[in-house]
């Protein structure tokens, strides 16, 4: 057996697609119900952690550092494994979301906290002088700005929690590598990882590239 | 509430909080024994203002003599340490009453503070549609007029980025009116201006004035304060050292250090 046949077979290739596609398709629904979520609770958790009374300000804080200290491998597992000895049993799709959404909103919370905290006091005191209340002031004045600061961290954290939808194949969601993994097994070749890894660049490279092409603007229009 | 607006009644409509009809002796604004601390720092070391309705009031000082402070505590953008202060009748704290009373308070900052994300025109409605909960249509429409009234009509479409400091600081002076406050702050209005578009803003100044709308204006304008003002000023160290109509300010005060400081400033 030759290089060719063994990562590049053809034939081996198109057997996996549809079930390649499959996964993939999974692998979105997955990226996207985790990146919509995270950043929904993400932009929550950094305005408590910002706003709130002390204590909850302290434990969203809490919340924060320790999601993005605990490695998703091990989450995914906890949530997967060892919930069900608690009585809650979540199907491997909601597990791996779960597990993704949690750490997200942590990473999310603090890209939010360090885009509201770049604008300048003066933004703040305007609104206020005015008499906009907090939600307005938010609405209004601070978040529009602050977002367009932190687009190209949003979308580079975006771009991670897509590449970590792979490890949802630990708890058996047939994903984009689960089922190049199985399709592996079934034809004792390699060529379905190879596919698996083609799909995944050409899901991520555009994104890549648009966080270049933001950071460039971001440059350009603050120069 | 500002006085109407001849060629435009739609000023003149009802401002949300109607002042109670009160007697000419109360002032709009009252300071009584005002201290602020920063750390060991005493900025405000009792301070004791009052500012009737229709006065212009200039506040002037050498820097460091606490007078940003002063007019940032009467919207509560700085926190006081003793004493109190009143807004029409009303005291200034923090708490759900706050944004009421600074909704009848207009400031215009040093660095015009514009919200850089919104045109012209939509800084200045901005107030009217989410304080004052008119419709947008209105909002704009009032937002329009203001901005005729401070000589941009055409720039209301631009973004401040787009506009010079001087334009920038105009704007900003129509948004703090779009309120219709009751009391206009002005703090150092032209000190972040080149010297050529001075002018242009204390001229809008000086039409607000003859108007008759309140104002306490901290600046270093010695010309506007002395064509302007109903009563000057002189704050040093966190105090008040000397308070007179401008005539008599500016010809012959009674204090030494405020003699020093006019020596000082008029020199040149």
Known sequence: ????????????????????????????????VSIVAGLVSGLLMALLRLYA??????????YIDVFRSIPLLVLLVLVYYALPFVGIRLSSFTSAATALTLVSCAY??????????????????????????????????ILPQAFRIVVPPLT??????LKDTALASVVAMP?????????????????????AALLYLLLLLPLVRLVGYFEARHRAATR | MLPPVESQPAMTAPSVAEPAPKTAAEPLIRIRGLHKFYGTFEALKGIDLDVRSGEVVVVIGPSGSGKSTLIRCINLLEDYDRGEVLVDGKRVLRGAQLAAVRAEVGMVFQSFNLFPHLTALANVALGPLRVR????????????TLLERVGLADQAYKLPGQLSGGQQQRVAIARALAMEPKVLLFDEPTSAL????????????????????????VSHEMGFARRVADRVIFMEAGRVVEQASPEIFFTKPNEERTRAFLQAVLQH
């Open chain 1, 1 to 32: 057996m030759n290089l060719i046949d063994t990562f590049f077979n053809w034939a081996v290739f198109r057997d996996s697609l549809p079930a390649l596609l499959q996964g993939l398709w999974i692998t979105i629904l997955l990226g996207v």
């Open chain 1, 53 to 62: 009374p002390a204590p909850v300000r302290a434990l969203a804080r809490i």
């Open chain 1, 108 to 141: 999310t919370a603090e890209i939010f906290r360090a885009g509201i905290e770049a604008i300048p006091k003066g933004q703040f005191e305007a609104a206020e002088a005015i008499g906009l209340g907090f939600f307005s002031s938010m609405r209004d004045v």
């Open chain 1, 156 to 161: 580079s954290n975006c771009i991670n929690v």
């Open chain 1, 175 to 195: 994903d984009l590598l689960k089922q190049a993994t199985q399709a592996q097994a079934l034809s004792a070749n390699p060529t379905p990882l190879i596919g």
């Open chain 2, 133 to 144: 909960g008119l419709p947008r249509r209105e909002a704009n429409a009032r937002a329009q």
């Open chain 2, 194 to 217: 080149d010297p050529e578009m001075v002018g242009e803003v204390l001229d809008v100044m000086q039409s607000l004035a003859r108007s008759g709308v309140t104002m306490v204006v």
